[in-house]
């Protein structure tokens, strides 16, 4: 069992930045492949970014290439989203999420474990 707690979120002005944490519960954090997914209203939640348990991939959404950034860290128990030039069509909810296996998928229902998300607005 994996617990997920995000934190970061916020208010931000258009060309901004916000670091989003995700903190797990658990000793097992390692072995898990991380994503970080998102929710607008009235849209279906899509892929973010993720990373690999051994942390040594990263993959990202072709809208956020070049901006956003996947980390972690396996002492901490904790994979972080650092979004810069954020836009307002970066506005949703931020989830993140945790699944087994050997690669990261980008698809949500994939995924095992998922956070309560955490909300972030960027103003224009």
């Known amino acids: 069992q994996v617990q997920l707690v995000e934190s970061g979120g916020g208010l931000v002005q258009a060309g901004g930045s916000l670091r989003l944490s995700c903190a797990a519960s658990g000793r097992t954090f390692s072995r898990y492949n991380m994503g970080w997914f998102r929710q607008a209203p009235g849209k279906e939640r899509e892929f973010v970014a993720g990373?690999?348990?051994?942390?040594?991939?990263?993959y990202y959404a072709d809208s956020v290439k070049g901006r956003f950034t996947i980390s972690r860290e396996n002492a901490k128990n904790t994979v972080y989203l650092q979004m810069n030039m954020l836009k307002p069509e970066d506005t949703a909810v931020y989830y993140c999420a945790a699944r087994g296996g050997s690669y990261v998928s980008t698809t949500d229902k994939s995924y095992n474990y998922w956070g309560q998300g955490t909300q972030v607005t960027v103003s224009s």
């Open positions: 990373i690999r348990w051994s942390g040594g991939s990263t």
